[in-house]
């Protein structure tokens, strides 16, 4: 029972798995912001808005709080465990091996679900843009199974058009997304100008038709959005100097999409109404609240436009994240060593990627988003429940240590930060919750059956 809960040394966490530094400071930011920047905005907010109404300032503002205290967490630990494998390494060294492995298959769920989830978000963007110029994809090729189509051509391609860049290399990958980031902060203060033009306070009330039940299941919903600086985490070992870049990137990305989400939110509920979500639908949400400010087409094009490049950017960011924590759990022996392997050319993991590409590309051609995005949530809420636990565990081994970043406000921000995620946990749907004891269950079986066997723990104790 006690080699359950065997843990990693810090020596053995920081084996380096062959990869290029070639991100610093600003690069990790931009990457972090490009993962947040899109899923919530673009693909979710129609949705949010239904079930909160006006109060879904209220959902965000929930969410950012959680995610910003757990990014404290997060910040702390990517400090002292620069490891590319983000909140499974983190746990790997606090809590031990079978928490490490469950908060690893938790996030294979989050980030692959999240990829498939956006894909579906950008596919509806595209549909638009290529309608106002009468190309519009026939519905059996633009929607999954059960939404009136046969098979999401636009989300499976988005999938496999990012995992072919990332085989190219992470610093091409960065360039890219850094210049994406820029576009879409652009697209969203554009949006907000418009939407301003027609923005009515009336249409702000009733504030929370839905009440509080209404809120929190918006949070729960939009708090898919909010996994960006857990993908930064997973740059450690690509970063110039993580112990110093890493806690500005998480934070302050945190922080910077907070403030733009929120002036984002209100500009469309005042616009639009929040019973224009509810009796039209939430598809490629932000282009219809623009072509309602403006009584035409133009404005939502441009939108549509936007999202299109900055959605992408989210796809190829939290593909990236997926690749380098499966080669962390390889390096451990808790996966097969084939998804630890580095190309000598590229110094990338070409196979590892390859076999992420397919595996997420089926799923976003085939399911609904909104399914999908409440499976992300669910494992992220999770991985961030363990870290949150995970450097109070720190705290108490390492307590004379005062490298790396340290919170402030400790032991406050942590356990806050827990109370916040029951309280979005609660809130999710009951299905939602069988989904994931499923997903887990699945876990434990491979746990048992091959990753424990394998650990290179045996190696290593007594």
Known sequence: MSSLFRRKSFTQTNIPLGLKRSMGRWTLLCFSTGSIIG???????????????????????????????????????????????????????????????????????EYGVAVA???????????????????????DFANPPGQGGVFNVPAFIVVVACGLLLIRGASESAMINTLMVFLKIVVLIFFCCVAATAFDANKLTPFAPLGVAGIVAAAGQVFFSYIGFDAASTAAEEAHDPQRDLPFAIVGSVLLV??????????????????????????????????SAVGGTWAGNIIALGAVVSIFS?????????????????????????????????QTPVTNTLI??????????????????????????????????????????????????????????PLLALVLIAVILAGLDTATWLAFLVWMTLGMVFYFAYSRRHSELNNHHD
């Open 356 to 413: 992420v590409t397919l595996l997420i590309a089926l799923p976003a051609a085939l399911v609904p988003m909104g399914q999908l995005a409440e499976a992300t949530s669910i494992g992220t809420l999770g991985a961030f429940a363990v870290v949150n636990v995970g450097v109070m565990v720190l705290r108490r081994q390492r307590s004379g240590t005062q490298a790396g970043f340290r919170m402030p406000l400790y032991p406050l921000i």
């Open 314 to 346: 989210v796809v190829l960011v939290v593909m990236y994240g997926q690749t380098r924590i499966l080669m962390a759990m390889a390096r451990d022996g808790l996966l097969p060593k084939i998804f630890a392997k580095v190309h000598a050319r590229t």
């Open 258 to 291: 907070t403030i733009l989400y929120l002036l984002v939110a209100l500009a469309a509920v005042g616009t639009y109404g929040w019973e224009g979500f509810a009796s039209k639908g939430a598809e490629a949400a932000l282009a219809s609240v623009a072509n």
């Open 39 to 109: 899923s919530g905005i673009f693909v979710i907010l129609g949705a949010a808005i239904e079930k909160a109404g006006p109060a879904v300032l209220i959902s965000f503002a929930v969410a950012a709080l959680a995610a910003l205290l757990s990014a404290l967490s997060y910040a702390e630990l990517a400090s002292k465990i620069p490891s590319s494998g983000s909140s499974y390494s983190y746990a790997y060294v606090t809590l031990g091996e079978i928490v490490a492995w469950s908060v690893g298959w938790m996030l294979m769920l």
């Open 117 to 139: 989830a956006v894909a579906v978000g950008w596919g509806e963007y595209l549909n638009v843009l290529l309608a106002s110029v009468n190309m519009a994809i026939p519905p």
